[in-house]
């Protein structure tokens, strides 16, 4: 539950505070009503920090392919940030249940409840907005100027319904799976682009790099396919609502 809780409080109190005191209250309604109050991870189509990850090893083309350091460097960072914020994410999944709980009593006593999380909140928004900035600084100004060229354009964080553990799971699965599919692809292309670079250096013809390419033309071909698959297995995980939001998968 990494980002769920952040975002459902945000959203839940929001709705609460527009609501009646009075009365029972639908815990789960206040939630789907309000929305997610997406960040930069869901305008770029990654949702959340674990997602975004595997992402930008799956989304970004071939020649901007994240290098083994990126990787490392990346998964570090999300390591760090998911260690940092541990007892934040948990403060606030208590505060949660605890709503969960009163959810039969009023809105008032939901919204009292809720008001509590508000300082792990605020500090889990702070954390992520840094580690957005950190990925990117691993990032070169090729791979930052793509991935801003395909962000979703009609992408509005704050009506994309936060994405449950299941559909978490359910993405992660297909990148996974991706991964271990297109293995010999995927391999074979980064050796030819490592031969390119080895050849640029050392002055070979122009002929002689085109037959480089030449040689994985048909695992390109195949990878981009793969890609667009991939892509629309993610969407087709969304909700009507969160595709509604615009904010569909980067890549």
């Known amino acids: 539950m990494r980002r769920i809780a952040l975002f459902t409080l945000a959203a839940i109190s929001l709705a609460a505070c527009s609501r009646e005191t009075t009365g029972p209250t639908d815990f ?5 009503e ?9 305008a770029a189509g990654g949702y959340e920090a674990g997602i975004y990850e595997s992402r930008l090893s799956n989304g970004l083309p071939d020649e901007l392919k994240l290098s083994s350091e990126q990787k490392e460097k990346i998964k570090a960072l999300v390591k760090a940030f998911e260690e940092a914020t541990r007892a934040d994410r948990q403060a606030l999944r208590a505060i949660l249940n605890e709503a969960r709980e009163a959810g039969k009593g009023s809105r008032e006593e939901v919204k009292k409840i809720l008001a509590k999380g508000e300082p792990f909140r605020a500090r889990l928004a702070a954390a992520e907005a840094k580690l957005k900035a950190d990925i990117d600084a691993v990032l070169t100004p090729e791979q930052r100027a793509w991935i801003a060229a395909h962000a979703p354009k009609r992408c509005d964080p704050a009506k994309f319904p936060p994405l449950t553990e299941t559909q978490k799971e359910q993405i992660r699965a297909l990148e996974s799976a991706f991964e271990l599919a297109h293995k010999a692809d995927l391999d074979a292309v980064k050796a030819a682009f490592d031969q390119v670079k080895d050849a640029l250096k050392t002055g070979k013809s122009r002929a002689e790099i085109a037959k480089i390419f030449e040689s994985v033309k048909p695992a390109l071909e195949r990878l981009a396919s793969e890609r667009m698959k991939l892509r629309d297995g993610i969407a087709a995980i969304l909700t009507p609502e969160q595709k509604a939001s615009g904010c569909l998968p980067l890549g």
């Not at 789960?28 to 789907?32: K, T, V, Y």
């Not at 309000?34 to 869901?42: E, K, V």
């Open 28 to 32: 789960s309604d206040l939630a789907i």
């Open 34 to 42: 309000a929305g997610a109050f997406g960040t930069a991870f869901t």
